[in-house]
T-cell receptor, first 112, second 115 residues
Framework: QKEVEQNSGPLSVPEGAIASLNCTYS??????FFWYRQYSGKSPELIMF????GDKEDGRFTAQLNKASQYVSLLIRDSQPSDSATYLC????????????FGDGTTLTVKP | DTAVSQTPKYLVTQMGNDKSIKCEQN?????MYWYKQDSKKFLKIMFS???????INETVPNRFSPKSPDKAHLNLHINSLELGDSAVYFC??????????????FGSGTRLTVV
């Protein structure tokens, strides 16, 4: 079993729709959870982080965390073509020298 | 005023050669990392340094040797390059001892192609 698993893509949504990206993790000691966006040929860019159960909203982005289910998600409301990218889920535990373990990524395409 | 800068951006070299990648951050961060991203976009940690001290050393061939002359710089030297070393190598930094709270700031990456 992979340490961090993301829903297999690619994911395609029409402009204006809600894009839902999911991630599960295996280490129950995980403490912080990050979403990075990576455009083709570019470096990953941190867009959201969440530490506590529940929802965290930032503009059109909402991160949701459920530690009991070991599940974290990212919702993108009013999706725009500029949101087309690969989204990487990263999980960090305080017991492993703080390294972040990444999922394989989900590629999102927003069609005009 | 680039936050995390890597050089070179592209590196094409022959099998068996030795090459180095340099990374510098001007964010005042305490911890720096090397990650390898393969052709399927999977990012895997290789090393991390906190204030010049090696913290993480994943299962990486000993042909790869990191060096941190100070907390703002982390270089990666690769000996006897192999075809399988072809990938994008990202340098990253984080505030504090761990990225638990702050996450990473990535450099622009070095695309290494071994022919």
């Amino acid at each position: 079993q992979k340490e961090v698993e993301q829903n297999s893509g690619p994911l395609s949504v029409p402009e204006g729709a809600i894009a839902s990206l999911n991630c599960t993790y295996s280490d129950r000691g995980s403490q912080s959870f990050f979403w990075y966006r990576q455009y083709s040929g570019k470096s990953p860019e941190l867009i959201m982080f969440i530490y506590s159960n529940g929802d965290k909203e930032d503009g059109r982005f909402t991160a949701q965390l459920n530690k009991a289910s070991q599940y974290v998600s990212l919702l993108i409301r009013d999706s725009q073509p500029s949101d087309s990218a690969t989204y990487l889920c990263a999980v960090t535990s305080g017991t492993n020298a703080g390294k972040s373990t990444f999922g394989d990524g989900t590629t999102l395409t927003v069609k005009p | 005023d680039t936050a995390v800068s890597q050089t070179p951006k592209y590196l094409v070299t022959q099998m068996g050669n030795d090459k180095s990648i340099k990374c510098e951050q001007n964010l005042g961060h305490d911890t720096m990392y090397w990650y390898k991203q393969d052709s399927k976009k999977f990012l895997k940690i290789m090393f991390s340094y906190n204030n010049k001290e090696l913290i993480i050393n994943e299962t990486v061939p000993n042909r790869f040797s990191p060096k941190s002359p100070d907390k703002a710089h982390l270089n990666l030297h690769i000996n006897s390059l192999e075809l399988g070393d072809s990938a994008v190598y990202f340098c990253a930094s984080s505030r504090g001892h761990t990225p638990i709270v702050y996450g990473y700031t990535f450099g622009s990456g070095t695309r290494l192609t071994v022919v």
